[in-house]
Each structure stands twice: as structure tokens, then as C-alpha cells.
């Protein structure tokens, strides 16, 4: 009877153990607490296909009509996409393939779309011709490139004026053509008298980045091949970037943010920060010769396990990350939100375009490091800048 006892006493503790271990392992980990969310429509799935551009940018504008009391929409991605790739190749063929072809693009390609060609719901145009439900760019993308390339580069002396029409017929086979009219809610649209009865004005977007290349308190087209309409940007000192972020979420606006997620502190599971990867043995607690024998994978997967002490973000830093290439143009999300971890420490709540199988369900937690050392540009509306910063910039 006393082994029976005794032996059942032992499973008790050792679930006692596993539990507390599991405990302080959840403990350790990030808890997170919301400050302040702006509303937002769906986490939308880009999957196979580089267009986070066109997801986040009317991510963006889907998030500016709520704001507006204009209601939800869902808008269409690919309507987008098939317009600016049609105007990037044109202007790739114009300069004889000396500029950039590629599935990329930038936050301006939405407000020069709504200008020039107007946007579409989704369900006017699904953008999908090749019986899959998320898009799988990789076919699409090989078939244009090498078609552009053949124009552009090829020993031509004259072009034939059908060139442009046999590449919206590769877009049109695989996303769909973009439709004249169409029938939303009992009433016929076109793309341009849809986008004007959304009642947004395209010129009430600005676009803010921070580089000491270029003088603050100007415009400049950031240098990065994405930006291939040339579209510019004011600059302005990173404090003052990072006060306008901070002001934006405080007021009820979201921002279209392009960022580098190529750090070792942006994970696939909605983590974004910038621990001091030099002090990485004394920051999570390991030995000198473990941690130097650690593979690159498990160090990052300790650096972001936990919240921990990170890099102190200078003006310096950011511009040189920028002339040394890394800091890249990778990647377009929206940022929404405020919240905090358990330690007090304030992060962005970012809506990203890869679905809702991560962690947090398409959402993910960027330091206040982070944004400022990473943050190419923003787009926002010009009325969430502080008032101050924009007397300096002569917005009114």
C-alpha cells in the first residue's frame, strides 16, 4: 500500500514539475496587452505571390473608408496588381530595360490607380483564372518577365503597337481582365465612378520616410527599384517620424508601413524586435561556448522568445542599414494599433498579408526598435500629422 502511495505521490509531482515548467515557460514568453486598435478589415492570405504591396495598400484605404464612416469593403487586390504591372512594363520597355520589371511595387501604385484607372470590389474581379483559391504567382511571373524582356532587350529597331496588348493578355489569363462595369449592391459602376463614390480624395496621401541623404523637411524619391513611378517622400527626422506613427494610431489612423523584415528579430510568427544579437550569450542567459556553438535558426529563436533588452535605434544607424543595403525594401503591411508586453515596453499591432495560421492570427508585434530602424516609409493621410510637423512641411 505505501508503494502504491508513494508511487502515486511521484506522479503528482512530476506533473506538478511539467506544469510549472510549462508556467514559467508561458511567462517568459510575450504577453501581450492592447493600448489602443483602429479598426480593421480581414487578414487577407497573398500567399505564392509578391503583391504584399497591393494587400497592405488597400488593407489601408480599406481601413481609411471605415474611419470615414463609409463602411466595410473588401477590395480588389489583383484589380491593382494587373494595372500596375501593365504601367511598370511600359515604362521598363521606355527605358529600354535600364529601370526594374518585377512583381513588386510601392504604396503610391494605389493612389495612381485610383486616379487614373479608379478600383474595384472583390467580388467584381477575383483575380484567380487558374482554379486555385489564394493566388500562386510564380508561372504568372516567370511567363511576363520573359515576355517584357524580350521587348525590352531585344535587338528591336521598331516596336509593333500590339506589344502591350499581348502582355494584358498573359494578365488576363491569369488573374482576369479588368472589368468596364459591374453590377455592387443593386447599382452599375465603372472603376472610376466606384472609386469616386468611396468619396476618398487620392491627394490627401502623403508618404514620410527618414535619411540623412537627403535634406529633412523636403521631398525625394526614396532609391529603391520598387519605387519605380519616382513617387516622393518628405523627410524628416526619425524622432519625428516615430512621434507622427505614434500620433497617427493616438488620433484613429492607420498607416500603410513598408519595412526591411529581413532581420534576425522579424519572425514567421508575429514577433518584430531588435535585441542586441552581440550580446545575445548575456542576454539569454546562455554560456559563451554554447551560444557560439548555437546554429543561426537557434539563435534567433532565443533572441525572440522572450522580450529582451534591444538595440538603442540612432539616425546613424538607420542610414547607414539603408546605404549598405541592409535595410531593403521587403515588405508592405498596415499598422493599426498599441499595445504593450508584460514588461511595459510599447509595440505596433501590424495587420500583414500572410494569413492566420501564425501565432497571433495575422497580426503581428513590432518594437518601437524595430519600427525605427526599419521603417523604409510610411503612407498615411495628411491629417494625422502632428501639427507641428506639418507647418514644417508646409501641409495644410
Not at 504577453?31 to 479598426?39: A, L, R
Not at 481609411?64 to 520597355?93: C, N, P, Q, S, W
Not at 525590352?152 to 481582365?177: C, F, M, Q
Amino acid at each position: 500500500m505505501k508503494k502504491v502511495v508513494l508511487s502515486a505521490l511521484c506522479v503528482v509531482m512530476c506533473m506538478l514539475c511539467v506544469q510549472a515548467q510549462e508556467t514559467e515557460k508561458q511567462e517568459e514568453g510575450f504577453v501581450f496587452t492592447t493600448i489602443k486598435e483602429n479598426p480593421i478589415t480581414s487578414v487577407k492570405n497573398q500567399n505564392r505571390s509578391s503583391t504584399c504591396w497591393s494587400f497592405s495598400g488597400l488593407g489601408f484605404l480599406e481601413s481609411e473608408l471605415i474611419r470615414m464612416g463609409k463602411g466595410e469593403y473588401d477590395l480588389a487586390e489583383m484589380f491593382l496588381v494587373h494595372h500596375t504591372m501593365m504601367d511598370r512594363a511600359e515604362m521598363y520597355v521606355r527605358l529600354h530595360s535600364e529601370g526594374s520589371f518585377s512583381p513588386g511595387g510601392s504604396f503610391y501604385d494605389l493612389i495612381h490607380c485610383l486616379k487614373h484607372y479608379g478600383i474595384v470590389p472583390q467580388e467584381a474581379m477575383q483575380g484567380i483564372m487558374y482554379g486555385d483559391t489564394l493566388p500562386v504567382h510564380n508561372e504568372l511571373d516567370a511567363v511576363a518577365g520573359a515576355y517584357v524582356d524580350a521587348i525590352a532587350k531585344g535587338n528591336h529597331k521598331k516596336l509593333t503597337p500590339v506589344w502591350k496588348e499581348g502582355l494584358r493578355a498573359i494578365y488576363d489569363t491569369y488573374l482576369g481582365a479588368c472589368p468596364e462595369k459591374f453590377n455592387y449592391n443593386g447599382k452599375e459602376y465603372t472603376p472610376k465612378s466606384f472609386a469616386e463614390s468611396l468619396g476618398v480624395n487620392p491627394d490627401d496621401y502623403i508618404s514620410l520616410t527618414s535619411y540623412t541623404h537627403h535634406p529633412f523637411y523636403t521631398e525625394f524619391a526614396v532609391e529603391i527599384p520598387d519605387n519605380w513611378h519616382f513617387a516622393p517622400s518628405y523627410n524628416v527626422p526619425m524622432d519625428e517620424l516615430m512621434r507622427t506613427m505614434n500620433y497617427a494610431i493616438e488620433k484613429g489612423f492607420t498607416l500603410a508601413w513598408a519595412a526591411d523584415v529581413s532581420e534576425t528579430g522579424f519572425t514567421r510568427n508575429g514577433i518584430a524586435v531588435m535585441p542586441d544579437a552581440d550580446r545575445g550569450a548575456e542576454l539569454t542567459g546562455s554560456d559563451m561556448a554554447r551560444w557560439t556553438g548555437m546554429k543561426p535558426a537557434d539563435k534567433r529563436a532565443e533572441l525572440t522568445s522572450r522580450p529582451l533588452p534591444e538595440i538603442k535605434v540612432t539616425q546613424e544607424m538607420r542610414q547607414q542599414a539603408f546605404d549598405n543595403w541592409e535595410t531593403t525594401d521587403d515588405h508592405g503591411m498596415l499598422i493599426y494599433g498599441k499595445a504593450q508586453d508584460q514588461n511595459g515596453k510599447p509595440y505596433f499591432m501590424v495587420k500583414n498579408s500572410w494569413g492566420t495560421s501564425s501565432q497571433y492570427k495575422g497580426i503581428w508585434y513590432a518594437s518601437e526598435a524595430f519600427a525605427a530602424y526599419k521603417t523604409m516609409s510610411i503612407m498615411i493621410h495628411k491629417y494625422a500629422l502632428p501639427k507641428d510637423i506639418a507647418k514644417k512641411l508646409g501641409i495644410k
